[in-house]
């Protein structure tokens, strides 16, 4: 193999893996790593489903960069012949003015988004076994829905294998260092350069920046699904759903069908909010949580009264959090041939195919297509 390359990719999970695909698409010579066998589920990128929505209830600045995304999420569909978005619709609920629901209506009015108003009553009736506060008001986006997570690293995998590019799994990185023009990266069994390096390593992205000292922060997930009558199923109408309460954001999916096997998977919920700090991930960090688990319950036992327990599956996760929950995609200040683009704060998965279109182009010294300013770094 040949040691030497145009631009080296650290991670390969969503961003990464969308990185090196847009990297060798665009014929560039191309090296990405990762330190197990993607898709995996030790890091952020796994878990079945993510949900896809415009109206960004967090920054209307976002919508921009998520109408590119459902664009190119398009694009890798019919480059891979397999289908990644499912628009199953979205129902948002909770307090007219509270966080969510007013930052969607602000978003969709900037951005000439359809959605619909409606109250929790006439939420309850058109999908039925979903309830809320009777003052609560809901809002349904239309063209929201759920990425196949797994299924969309391994497109853009494959799509980057195809056109080129190397792909080096089960290493772990040791070291790496950047003067200009060129990149060294280091793992246990050789060193590799480039002229520009892309670190877009998950939860790891703390350690591989740990001289920056950025204030990044990890937070441990659950995910859970349950069993559910039919009236749950995505088959029926049942659409995605992300709930405002007083206890917190909580967020699922409709229960789906295994797409090899047929196998309903059940419904699968989790807290937005919450999660224990940690230090750092490690292959065996994920535990259950019963506590975690007890919340869960209660939030379905009040607003999805009709899901039947005990649970089926569970899994865990990472949030890589920002002090401010926005992304961080921009050059290092002091090696401007390194990209990084980090602490996507548990929200960032339905832009990873943008967010690696722009991080090639960073990284290629390209001015990005998209206004990212709201999501460079602020802490140079």
Known sequence: MNNSYD????????????????????????????????PHSYGSSHGQTRIIRKAYFEHSDYVPLLKRAYELWRQLETECGDKLYFATGLLQAGPADGEVLSGVRRSASEHDLPIENMTMAQASLRFPGLVGEPTWQAILEPDAGYLKVEACVTAHLQSARQSGAQLLMNQPVVNWHAKLNQVSVATANQTYF?????????????????????????????????????????????????????????????????????????LKVARHSGGEEIASPT??????????????????QQYLPGVQRPLSRWAGCYYTMTPDQNFIIDCLPDTPNVTIVAGLSGHGFKFTSVLGEIAAQLATCQQPTLPIEFLRLRWK
């Open 194 to 266: 480039a002229n520009s390096l892309i670190i877009a390593a998950g939860p790891w992205a703390a350690q591989c920046l740990n001289r920056y000292r950025f204030p990044l922060h990890i937070l441990r997930k659950h995910l859970y699904w349950y069993p559910a009558p039919k009236n749950y199923h995505q088959e029926n109408g049942f659409p995605c759903f992300f709930y405002d309460t007083p206890n917190g954001y909580y967020y699922g999916f409709p229960s789906i069908s295994d797409d090899k096997t047929g196998a309903i998977q059940g």
């Open 283 to 300: 292959e065996d960090d994920h535990a259950e949580d019963t506590q975690d688990r007890k919340v869960v319950d209660s939030f379905l």
């Open 7 to 38: 631009c080296i990719v650290l991670g390969l999970g969503g961003v990464g893996s969308a990185a090196v695909a847009h990297l060798a698409l665009g014929g560039r010579r191309v090296l990405g790593i990762d330190r197990y066998c993607p």
